[in-house]
């Protein structure tokens, strides 16, 4: 099992302690395969794990927006106004967290244990001081956060009462994030898979207990959801660091407790481009939001609309987030191990698979639409704006799959600044010109936004795949 092959550093020189080889086997894989089987079935065992993980993601999302549908278009809009601001604030996070990921798995593919250890820790302890500082401004000035990123004045107040609560959950959900990507590195991402199980089922649980109540228990009503999405967090940090605990991740919990500013300005030289694109899309997914609450009396519906239409919507993105993932580690270990064939093959094989899937799935999703959103809410008017969201991007979600997929490859890869100005062009340059000129200049209302998000989307897939096609990314050094 742990021989080599032709060309390549022994697989046993990857990790030769004997409780390393579940969480290494799709390194080990990947060592070992020559033929296109092989190729597969490195991409399926670190693909199908990812995929149960971003269905529990999907059935929270839901939970949180029917919770909140119960009771009304009000609290819909502010769970989803307030989900793109507390996406803003873990920003540095999955930076971090990309960053880590890069430079963990080209260590594996070096059979560089040492070094791949030494990033973790650092990244673990960076990531916490970071979201402990971020955890201030969100408890103690909500409000203004709240009036300067544009909410109706309808919400405010549940959002200012539903960001205090999230902030608090900063620093675990910071450790969480990086933790799993620590995990997701080495091949082993069966303990993220466990992890984000228990944290699905918690925030799950926690959306109709604490909302609506349960036998003599009345519910807390719409700050209940706030309350389980950050008990979860929680909940998911002191597991994961329960998982350190176990074979040869105890090394994580040696010396040296400090911060190494080298080992940071490494990971930060490859996660800054991300924390910029993640800024820059956040940022402009909260001045989208400001443009559909300058629609006039068409607002209310148009946010709540989005909301639940994102929330149908992620049933595409999951296939496309787990071969994104799939191909960030593969690409990152080939490149390691001297490969750089394998890794564009791959990266060309599961963006196939990314498109085959996500077309299949947005036909059924186009065909049902108005099926679909009678699930989240019984406002005809929400209803009929939210079928329409749905048959708008569904025509496009082919090309968001070649962004994902071929994006993470080049992430993996280290090539974190191509993504970034590609992505930042999309939003900035196509999607919010449009959205505002279509949507408030022609006075097209939502449809105007609609028409302009998925015109970005056909851009940013194009201009993805040329990039990877370029085949710059191969030549990137990490060190």
């Given at each position: 099992m742990f021989g080599a092959a032709a060309g390549m550093k022994p697989?046993?020189?990857?990790?030769?302690?004997?409780?390393?080889?579940?969480?290494?086997?799709?390194?080990?894989?990947?060592?070992?395969?020559?033929?296109?089987?092989?190729?597969?079935?490195?991409?399926?065992?670190?693909?199908?794990?990812?995929?149960?993980?971003?269905?529990?993601?999907?059935?929270?999302?839901?939970?949180?927006?029917?919770?909140?549908?119960?009771?009304?278009?009000?609290?819909?809009?502010?769970?989803?106004?307030?989900?793109?601001?507390?996406?803003?604030?873990?920003?540095?996070?999955?930076?971090?967290?990309?960053?880590?990921?890069?430079?963990?798995?080209?260590?594996?593919?070096?059979?560089?244990?040492?070094?791949?250890?030494?990033?973790?820790?650092?990244?673990?302890?960076?990531?916490?001081?970071?979201?402990?500082?971020?955890?201030?401004?969100?408890?103690?000035?909500?409000?203004?956060?709240?009036?300067?990123?544009?909410?109706?004045?309808?919400?405010?107040?549940?959002?200012?009462?539903?960001?205090?609560?999230?902030?608090?959950?900063?620093?675990?959900?910071?450790?969480?994030?990086?933790?799993?990507?620590?995990?997701?590195?080495?091949?082993?991402?069966?303990?993220?898979?466990?992890?984000?199980?228990f944290v699905s089922l918690i925030n799950i649980l926690g959306d109709f207990v604490l909302v609506v109540g349960i036998a003599s228990y009345p519910g807390m009503g719409y700050i209940g959801i706030?309350?389980?999405?950050?008990?979860?967090?929680?909940?998911?940090?002191?597991?994961?660091?329960?998982?350190?605990?176990?074979?040869?991740?105890?090394?994580?919990?040696?010396?040296?407790?400090?911060?190494?500013?080298?080992e940071v300005r490494r990971i930060i030289r490859v996660g800054w481009p991300a924390a910029m694109l993640q800024i820059?899309?956040?940022?402009?997914?909260?001045?989208?939001?400001?443009?559909?609450?300058?629609?006039?009396?068409?607002?209310?519906?148009?946010?709540?609309s989005i909301t639940n239409g994102l929330r149908i919507e992620a049933i595409v993105f999951l296939p496309a987030f787990a071969l994104n993932m799939a191909a960030s580690v593969l690409i990152g270990q080939s490149l390691g191990s001297g490969n750089p064939g394998r890794a564009e093959a791959l990266g060309w094989k599961i963006a196939k698979a990314g498109v085959w899937i996500t077309g299949v799935m947005s036909l059924v999703i186009f065909a049902t639409a108005d099926r679909l959103a009678s699930g989240l809410t019984t406002n005809p008017a929400v209803l009929a704006e939210t079928a329409r969201y749905l048959r708008f991007n569904m025509t496009v979600e082919p090309?968001?799959?070649?962004?994902?997929?071929?994006?993470?490859?080049?992430?993996?890869?280290?090539?974190?600044?191509?993504?970034?100005w590609i992505i930042i062009a999309s939003m900035w340059f196509i999607r919010l010109p449009l959205a505002y000129y279509l949507g408030i200049g022609l006075d097209y209302g939502p449809a105007g936004v609609w028409t302009a998000m998925i015109s970005s989307m056909v851009f940013q897939g194009v201009f993805m795949t040329l990039r990877f096609r370029g085949g710059r990314w191969k030549e990137i050094q990490l060190d």
């Open positions: 697989a046993g020189d990857i990790i030769v302690h004997k409780t390393a080889k579940r969480e290494c086997v799709a390194t080990v894989q990947m060592q070992l395969a020559g033929k296109e089987e092989g190729l597969w079935e490195s991409i399926w065992d670190l693909s199908w794990p990812m995929l149960i993980i971003m269905i529990f993601n999907f059935f929270v999302g839901l939970a949180d927006i029917y919770v909140a549908g119960l009771i009304g278009p009000a609290v819909q809009a502010a769970v989803g106004f307030i989900t793109q601001i507390y996406f803003f604030v873990i920003i540095l996070a999955n930076a971090i967290s990309i960053g880590t990921l890069a430079l963990v798995a080209r260590a594996i593919g070096e059979g560089n244990r040492a070094k791949a250890m030494s990033i973790a820790r650092q990244s673990l302890l960076f990531s916490l001081l970071v979201g402990c500082c971020l955890t201030l401004p969100g408890v103690l000035f909500p409000g203004e956060i709240i009036a300067l990123a544009g909410f109706p004045e309808e919400i405010r107040e549940i959002a200012v009462r539903f960001l205090q609560i999230f902030s608090l959950a900063l620093g675990p959900n910071y450790i969480l994030i990086i933790s799993n990507a620590v995990f997701r590195a080495v091949g082993d991402v069966k303990k993220p898979l466990y992890t984000m199980s706030a309350i389980a999405t950050a008990s979860s967090v929680f909940a998911g940090m002191v597991i994961n660091l329960l998982l350190f605990t176990l074979g040869w991740w105890q090394g994580i919990y040696h010396r040296p407790y400090s911060l190494s500013f080298g820059a899309w956040s940022a402009g997914y909260i001045l989208l939001y400001n443009i559909l609450g300058r629609l006039g009396d068409r607002s209310i519906i148009a946010i709540a090309f968001m799959a070649l962004s994902m997929v071929l994006g993470g490859g080049l992430q993996g890869a280290g090539d974190t600044r191509g993504t970034m």
